[in-house]
């Protein structure tokens, strides 16, 4: 399975302003995906980062609200804009290759929003 | 749209001792990938086994097993030698087949502590 990281692992960060996350992976491959994990919560998928055009959002998130970029097929960022306190949640990015059905994950993203 | 049921939000086990976490699933497709991680406190989530539909074998892996019921739409995780690294959150996931069907749906998790 391909090696993923993170930046930043975690963070603090104060109501309305915005972080940026990014996901690296060791090879190239297919699918990027960004979830999101809230306090005690399973996780539930943001969108789908597409090399080259815009992501791919799930019912209730939008892209002001969280912009993603995947500017190759090996890198992808996610930006939680303008942050109140209940985007305080654990981030993460998974990985999967075009003829492969498992998706890995990253070591995620805590984000606290004071 | 699928669902992924989870019955126990916590279990306990003693270590070298064996236990099933439960997964129900509802779908309408005949075709799809069952999966369950682990997260430990560490946060990351890691593949711990995973099953596709199509084959009746269960899939194992060490001393990780699954017993997977299609009919019955249920997939459930034996942990066999219970060893304290295996305490974390488990989570039983699904994935559809068809074109475009890459997203994971979770279950709500199962805690399990081993007790020493």
């Known amino acids: ?114 | 749209a699928q669902t992924v049921t989870q019955s126990q939000p916590e279990m306990s086990v003693q270590e070298a001792e064996t236990v099933t976490l439960s997964c129900t699933y509802d779908t309408s497709e005949s075709d799809y990938y069952l999966f369950w991680y682990k997260q430990p406190p560490s946060r990351q989530m890691i593949l711990v086994i995973r099953q596709e539909a199509y084959k009746q074998q269960n899939a194992t892996e060490n001393r990780f097993s699954v017993n997977f019921q299609k009919a019955a739409k249920s997939f459930s995780l034996k942990i066999s030698d219970s060893q304290l690294g295996d305490a974390a959150m488990y989570f039983c996931a699904f994935r559809g087949s068809g074109a475009g069907s890459y997203q994971l749906t979770f279950g709500k998790g199962t805690k399990l502590s081993v007790i020493p």
């Open chain 1, 1 to 114: 399975s391909a090696v993923i990281s993170q930046k930043p692992s975690r963070d603090i960060c104060q109501r309305g302003t915005s972080l940026t996350i990014q996901c690296q992976v060791d090879s190239q491959v297919t699918m990027m995906f960004w979830y999101r994990q809230q306090p005690g919560q399973s996780l539930t998928l943001i969108a789908t980062a597409n090399q080259g055009s815009e992501a791919t959002y799930e019912s209730g998130f939008v892209i002001d609200k969280f912009p993603i970029s995947r500017p190759n097929l090996t890198f992808s960022t996610l930006t939680v804009s303008n942050m109140s306190p209940e985007d305080s949640s654990i981030y993460l990015c998974s990985v999967a290759g075009y003829h492969t059905d498992t998706q890995y994950f990253g070591p995620g993203t805590r984000l606290t929003v004071l």
